[in-house]
Every structure is written in structure tokens, then in C-alpha cells.
């Protein structure tokens, strides 16, 4: 969600000041701003003729025509921008101008292309499509409008900023919001966004044309550019190995030579010289690769473009990625991420190879590591950039070739796990894009919220609970959802497993649920969530429901069975003994009108289920019994050719029944 991401309002002029620097000549005196009016914005009729004016402004205020800007009319191909994605509802969009730098601009001017915009402001006539309240309110988010208008121009601007980060390579972006004649200035970072006061750019146009005037002089890294990737897309001649980079990723990725990929350099050694580099890891290998003097000059990869997906702008903003490496013609993973800084967690690469170390984790042969940038303290998490390399290539989970490999990997997440306990450490981000395949087995990866489970297992020293919320939300276990002060402990990733098989089954393998069941399964089960009064983020009511059902059965539940029938039984095993953590048995209500034949009965079911209850716990208990079981599975049973169903979805309209 991006609810409580907004931070303001903040002054405009402390905005510039800390922001937007002002520009200065060469002989370091100060540069003269244009005089400029935005009246003529205040004077038309309609949104469609805001943008003229809006543009001729920019224009003015780019003497050296840095920048060029596009009026776009139309809405976005919905391929392009992921707006169901977003928390607020049915985005809207209508009149906005596109900002490009003249050294990357679009192919065409019909549509947006985020892949090259600097920002995008969004106009709008109505001054009452304020997507922020300048005046708090009473409720748990008082900054964000909770109008119907301002829901809509929120989930807007928050779309164009999502497209932006995930197509680029950025740290931070701007935008500009015009309602009537009130703006607001913007700056995004994964993080949280900091949002101006609403002025008067009419009466007061300073803040908005000291924005536009400055930033036309920003660097790339002032605009929120990471400098470490450099686009190859405006080079006279490309370098001597991009083609064989080209070839190789293509033979990775089994593309052809027909679809379009894009390769950006990438170094993973600091820009400046300056700066001293972190020591690196004892089973790191440096990640200085070369000599500055050398060939590559510290630009040592060729990186994938990345492509749109479904996150928010706010938090981790996770990408998988390949690199080449230049120097070895090899193709490797590339993780780029955002990771949350705190007392309390470990870089990743630091937790990989104490794993290494502890024979827990096998599979990673050679992180490198980018140095991180700067805090930015802004927002509710505190995240840097980083970005580790790994020698492996995994294939996504949902990508098998049979269900034999899915649940192998699910037996090799089981027992990673309790390889990672007996070294001391807990993984506590289980999900179904964790789980790779690599080499016909399951490679379970992001460790960076892990944790030292001695630490995790104590009680606070005050006594008194706190928030421990971490993972995917789809794949947290009913505790997590029904409980944010929930410890997790390690029965916790043991049930995510259940709900990562489960997830799978129902979205690709071969089963008789109606598409419009598997989507409102897919809510109630695992997307579920509602808001409580305190502000905290509830949910699980569809999983405990399976886990609780009085039947013990899962066929009876959804009433089908998938296939293959491995699968089917692999399922019922894992449900049949998690269970049992909410299955507590509970003495019986005897009302007094009762015969005596009926207590005896009560009291001997109430017997006979602590008794199985005093079985299963043990089961419950043992990190490897499950593990053991679903090996045996592996081996015994046939397990029938075929890849991932794919299943059409609902018509529109259709959404949860429940």
C-alpha cells in the first residue's frame, strides 16, 4: 500500500532550498531567473487548454533548451502503467506534460515514455482535485484526501512515479501537481514522498517558477539519475562486446533475435575515487574488478533494462536482472533492490556468506557488492540502494517444466531452512518469487531481512510487544496476519512453504475451479487485508479458515482436487500437520440439561483430540519431518509430464464474492 508514504506539507521554499539547488555561473555568481506569469493557466476553461501555456512557461524557463516537454492527452496503454496495481482506485488520467532530458527523449510524441521521462506533472482545472489535505483530518492517514476526487488524482501521480522507478534506474524523482491555480511540488524516493504546501502560483508564482528554472540546470544525479548505469542509446557505435553480450543473454533468456532488449552499462565500483570502498565481505571476492586505466574503466557489466511490473513506488522496489560480465563473457544474476536500514538487520551478502560458511547455503559461489549511496531519511523506512551479483541464473518458480520440480524446491526451501537455523540464522520473507529454480533444484534467495534467530526468540527487555512484521503479504501465516506483534518464529516460514504450494496449485496447476472462484479464492485467501483503528494492517481470516475447518480435509474446502495427484497429497500432508497450530483442543461447553451419557461423550472427544493433538505437536515441532515425508513423495509416487496451466480470467466487473 502507499497509504502513510506522504509527508507534508513542507514550505515550498524549504522544499528549493533543500532539493533544487540554484544554479551559479562559472565565475560563481549567481544566475538571474526570467520574469514569468502563469496567469493565462488561470484563465482558461478546460484542462485541454491548460497544457499550452503550462509548456510555454517551461520553455521560457529553459533558456539553453535543456529539456522538452510533451503534452499528453490520451491515457497510457494500460501495459505500460500497472494502475489496478495501485491502492487508490481507478486512476484517471488527463492532461499532463511530460518532461525529457534532449539527450534521451521518446520515440513518438503520442504517448508517455517512461523508460526516458524526467517527471511528469499532472494539471488539472478542478482545484478541489487535491489529492492531499492542507488541514489534517481525523483519520489514521490525516494527510492524504480521502475524497473520491483526490483518491483518483492520487493513485494518478503515484502510477506515473511507479512507472518511472521500475523503468529507470533512479534514486529519487520529481513531479509537479497543478489543481486550478494551486500546486504542489513532489519529490519520490522508495522511501516516501515529501509534498509541498498548496500555493497560489497566480499570485505567488515564485516557488513553482523557481522550480521550473532550476531544474533545468540540475545534473543527472541532482535529477535523481544513479550514475553508476550509463544508457547506450544516443552512442555513435556501440562497444566491441555488446553483441556478443546480446548473444549471450539472449541464449539465457531464450529470446529472439526479434524481441527488443536494451543493454545499459553497469560498474559496480564507486564513481568517485575518493571514496573509500567498503571492506568487502571475507568470502566476498572485491568487487573492484579492474584498474581504472584498464579497458572498462571501472564499467565492468552490461545490465538488462528493466521492465514494468506490479510494485509500488514506496519500499523495496526488488528487480531481477541479468548482467554480463565483460571480462569473463559469462552471464550472471543480478539482484537490485533497496534494502531497509536498521540496528537490527545484516547486509545480505554478510548472512549469505555466513551461511556458506556454516555449510546452510551451497549454492551462491561469488557475491559482489555496490557500495551504498547516502541515507535518505525520508519517510516511514529508512532504505539505501544496493546490489549484489550472484554467478547463478534461476528461473522463476511458476516457470517449471513439472510438478515435480516445484515441489522438489519446496523440499530443498525446507530443508534451506533448517540449514539456516542451525547456523543462527532466520530467512522471514517467504514467497513464491524467492523460490528459484536452478539446476532442476530449488534455490531459495533475499535474505536481506533475515535475522539471528537467538535474537528473535527472546522477549524485549521491557516486555512489552513490537511490531514484527516482515514478508510477503500473499504468504505470511495466519499469526503474522491476525497479529502484528506476532514473533516469528520458525514454524512461521515452515507454514509460508504451505501457502507458497497452495498459491501455485491454485493459479497453475490443472484443477476444475471456475476462473471467477480462482480470483475470489486468490483475495480471501491470500490478498485479503483491512486497516485497523490503530493504523496496523490486519488479515488472514480465508487462511485460517482452511487451517481451522472442522472437516481436517482440503479437497473438502475447495472442493476439487488438483493434479497431478502428487501434488494433491503433497498439499494434504503439509495441511494436515500445520493445522494443528490452531487446532488447539478446547474443553467442552456442557450445558446443565446434558444427560449424563451425552457429558461422557463430550468429555471423550475432548480426550481422544488432545490425544491427537499430543501426537501432532511433535511433527509439528520436528523442522525436518515434513521435509522427509515430501521426499519420500518425491520418490515413490509418478509424477506425469507437463508445465504451468494457464487459466483466462473473469470477465470484468467480476471481483470477490466474499
Not at 310 to 329: A, E, I, M, N, Q
Not at 618 to 629: A, C, M
Amino acid at each position: 500500500m502507499s497509504s502513510g508514504a506522504f509527508l507534508g506539507p513542507m514550505s515550498p521554499l524549504d522544499f528549493l532550498n533543500h532539493f533544487v539547488p540554484a544554479p551559479v555561473r562559472r565565475d560563481s555568481k549567481a544566475r538571474t531567473r526570467p520574469d514569468v506569469s502563469f496567469q493565462r493557466m488561470a484563465d482558461v476553461e478546460n484542462e485541454t487548454e491548460m497544457y499550452s501555456p503550462y509548456i510555454e512557461v517551461c520553455q521560457q524557463l529553459d533558456p539553453k533548451q535543456t529539456m522538452e516537454f510533451h503534452s499528453i492527452l490520451s491515457p497510457s496503454a494500460p501495459n505500460r502503467t500497472p494502475f489496478e496495481e495501485c491502492d487508490e482506485e481507478d486512476p484517471k488520467l488527463d492532461v499532463r506534460v511530460v518532461t525529457y532530458h534532449r539527450s534521451k527523449l521518446p520515440f513518438d510524441n503520442l504517448s508517455e515514455d517512461f523508460a526516458r521521462a524526467e517527471r511528469v506533472d499532472v494539471l488539472k482545472h478542478d482545484s478541489s482535485e487535491d489529492p492531499f489535505n492542507e488541514v489534517p483530518d481525523d483519520t489514521i492517514f490525516p494527510f492524504e484526501s480521502h475524497t473520491k476526487g483526490g483518491k483518483k488524482v492520487r493513485g494518478e501521480i503515484i502510477a506515473h512515479t511507479n512507472a518511472i522507478l521500475q523503468l529507470q534506474f533512479r534514486i529519487f524523482v520529481f513531479s509537479i501537481h497543478i489543481m486550478g491555480r494551486k500546486a504542489r511540488l513532489i519529490r519520490w524516493d522508495r522511501s516516501g514522498a515529501i509534498v509541498t504546501e498548496a500555493f497560489d502560483y497566480v499570485e505567488h508564482p515564485e516557488p513553482l517558477a523557481e522550480f521550473l528554472w532550476r531544474y533545468t540546470f540540475l545534473s543527472a544525479a541532482e535529477r535523481g539519475h544513479d550514475e553508476t548505469v550509463k544508457s547506450l542509446l544516443h552512442v555513435q557505435e556501440h562497444p566491441e562486446d555488446y553483441h556478443a553480450a546480446l548473444d549471450a543473454i539472449r541464449r539465457i533468456q531464450d529470446i529472439t533475435e526479434r524481441d527488443n532488449i536494451e543493454l545499459l552499462l553497469l560498474r559496480m565500483s564507486p564513481l568517485d575515487a575518493r571514496s573509500p570502498p567498503m571492506p568487502p565481505a571475507s568470502d566476498a571476492k572485491f568487487y573492484y574488478k579492474t584498474d581504472p586505466a584498464q579497458e572498462c574503466n571501472g564499467w565492468d557489466y552490461y545490465v538488462t533494462a528493466p521492465r514494468m511490473n506490479v510494485r509500488r513506488p514506496f519500499g523495496k522496489g526488488t528487480r531481477s536482472l541479468l548482467v554480463y560480465d565483460r571480462h569473463t563473457g559469462r552471464v550472471h544474476h543480478l539482484k537490485d533492490t533497496n534494502r531497509l536500514i536498521s540496528p537490527e538487520l545484516t547486509v545480505e551478502h554478510e548472512v549469505i556468506n555466513e551461511l556458506r560458511q556454516a555449510g546452510a547455503y551451497r549454492d551462491i559461489l561469488d557475491p559482489k557488492l555496490l557500495p551504498g549511496y547516502p541515507d535518505d531519511p525520508k519517510g516511514w523506512e529508512h532504505l539505501r540502494a544496493y546490489r549484489l551479483i550472484t554467478e547463478e541464473v534461476g528461473t522463476l518458480l511458476w516457470r517449471f517444466d513439472n510438478w515435480k520440480q516445484v515441489v522438489q524446491a519446496i523440499a530443498d526451501t525446507l530443508e534451506a531452512l533448517d540449514g539456516a537455523e542451525k547456523a543462527g540464522w532466520r530467512h522471514r520473507d517467504i514467497s513464491a518469487a524467492n523460490i528459484m529454480l536452478f539446476n532442476g533444484r530449488g534455490l531459495l534467495v533475499d535474505w536481506h531481512i533475515s535475522q539471528q534467530s537467538k535474537f528473535m526468540d527472546l522477549a524485549s527487555e521491557d516486555g512489552k510487544k513490537r511490531q514484527d512484521q516482515t514478508g510477503s503479504w500473499q504468504f505470511k501465516s495466519v499469526t503474522q496476519l491476525r497479529d502484528p506483534y506476532a514473533r516469528h518464529d520458525a514454524k512461521v516460514n515452515r507454514e509460508s512453504v504451505f501457502w507458497v504450494l497452495l498459491w501455485m496449485a491454485i493459479n497453475f496447476s490443472q484443477h476444475s475451479m471456475p476462473p471467477i472462484e480462482i480470483k475470489d479464492n486468490m483475495w480471501h485467501v491470500f490478498d485479503y487485508e483491512w486497516i485497523t483503528g490503530e493504523g496496523h494492517s490486519k488479515g488472514g481470516f480465508g487462511k485460517e479458515c482452511i487451517l481451522s475447518k472442522a472437516s481436517g480435509r482440503l479437497d473438502l474446502y475447495f472442493a476439487i482436487e488438483f493434479y497431478p495427484p502428487p501434488l494433491q497429497h503433497v498439499l494434504e500432508l503439509m495441511h494436515g500437520v500445520l493445522r494443528y497450530k490452531y487446532k488447539i483442543p478446547q474443553p467442552p461447553y456442557i450445558p446443565e440439561y446434558y444427560s449424563e451419557e451425552r457429558v461422557k461423550r463430550k468429555e471423550r472427544m475432548y480426550e481422544l483430540e488432545v490425544e491427537v493433538y499430543e501426537e501432532m505437536m511433535p511433527l509439528l515441532e520436528d523442522p525436518l519431518w515434513i521435509h522427509g515425508k515430501v521426499v519420500e513423495i518425491l520418490n515413490t509416487e509418478e509424477w506425469p509430464a507437463g508445465g504451468p496451466v494457464t487459466y483466462p480470467s473473469p470477465p470484468p466487473g467480476d471481483g470477490p464474492i466474499w
